[in-house]
């Protein structure tokens, strides 16, 4: 079964660190771009990272350019979230996502296809 | 980085259609064939309803079907099914190699 775990989740202060984890499982990770997309209590969906399948190409949005890094260990089928100088508005289940990108002949497919049931960063004091 | 837009919410009776718009600009939506479509419970992770603007993937209804004229993209929803009561998000891939997600609109069915 195709499965992300996410963990590392908790309660944090302003100003603080957290590093959180999504275990893959049931496919080659190695062989998918990965996201991370978060969602305030209440509000919608916001993506905020991914990375290549050799880690050579990283994008963020940009209000956490700068505080957070996306990495991955395709030995332990692992992604990554490093997140710095944690603020309030940072408050959000943070989920890992795949995503799909591949050609077939004269078409291109790119979507986000499998989630994990996500975890709470909580930024308060 | 704008959000795509999309109306906060949508309603509809039992056996009835709706559609959902999402509108972006032509660094998203309209310069790629590369919107989605997620439905979300409370509580849930997102499910994957529709993908390359029009594709379903393996296992979802075909009472969800996609389409896009220029900078906005529709879902629509026939045959309304109470389980379908649920919050939709659409989603593209971007000209800075970033994603971008809508508001999210909140599907009641009456």
């Known amino acids: 079964e195709v499965q992300l775990v996410e963990s590392g989740g908790g309660l944090v202060q302003p100003g603080g660190s957290l590093r959180l984890s999504c275990a893959a499982s049931g496919f080659t990770f190695s062989s998918y771009w990965m996201s991370w997309v978060r969602q305030a209590p209440g509000k919608g969906l916001e993506w905020v990272a991914n990375i290549k399948q050799d880690g050579s190409e990283k994008y963020y949005v940009d209000s956490v350019k700068g505080r957070f890094t996306i990495s991955r260990d395709n030995a332990k089928n692992s992604l990554y979230l490093q997140m710095n100088s944690l603020r309030a508005e940072d408050t959000a289940v943070y989920y890992c996502?795949?995503?799909?990108?591949?050609?077939?002949?004269?078409?291109?497919?790119?979507?986000?296809?499998?989630w994990g049931k996500g975890t709470t960063v909580t930024v308060s004091s | 980085q704008s959000a795509l837009t999309q109306p906060a919410s949508v309603s509809g009776s039992p056996g009835q259609s709706i559609t959902i718009s999402c509108t972006g600009t032509s660094s998203d939506v309209g310069g790629y064939n590369y919107v989605s479509w997620y439905q979300q419970h409370p509580g849930k992770a997102p499910k994957l309803m529709i993908y390359d603007v029009s594709k379903r993937p393996s296992g979802v209804s075909n009472r969800f079907s996609g389409s896009k004229s220029g900078n906005t993209a529709s879902l629509t929803i026939s045959g309304l099914q109470a389980e379908d009561e649920a919050d939709y998000y659409c989603s593209s891939y971007t000209s800075s190699s970033t994603w971008v997600f809508g508001g999210g609109t909140k599907l009641t069915v009456l």
């Open positions: 996502a795949r995503e799909v990108r591949y050609q077939l002949l004269t078409s291109y497919y790119y979507y986000m296809d499998v």
